[in-house]
């Protein structure tokens, strides 16, 4: 089985959403009032 390379400008389109956002959003929140490590979050997001 032969798997496509992804381009990075496809993979950016893929996470392009409006849900995928307020994901990030939300993350970067939570993270903010949780005190989280700035390398933690950077991994994570």
Known sequence: ???AP?????AN???DSPMF???QQQFLRA???M???ENV???LL
Request: charged share 25%.
């Open 1 to 3: 089985m032969t798997i």
């Open 6 to 10: 992804v381009t990075t400008a496809q």
């Open 13 to 15: 389109v893929e996470w």
């Open 21 to 23: 956002r307020l994901a």
């Open 31 to 33: 993270a903010q009032i």
């Open 35 to 37: 005190d989280l490590d």
């Open 41 to 43: 979050k950077l991994r």
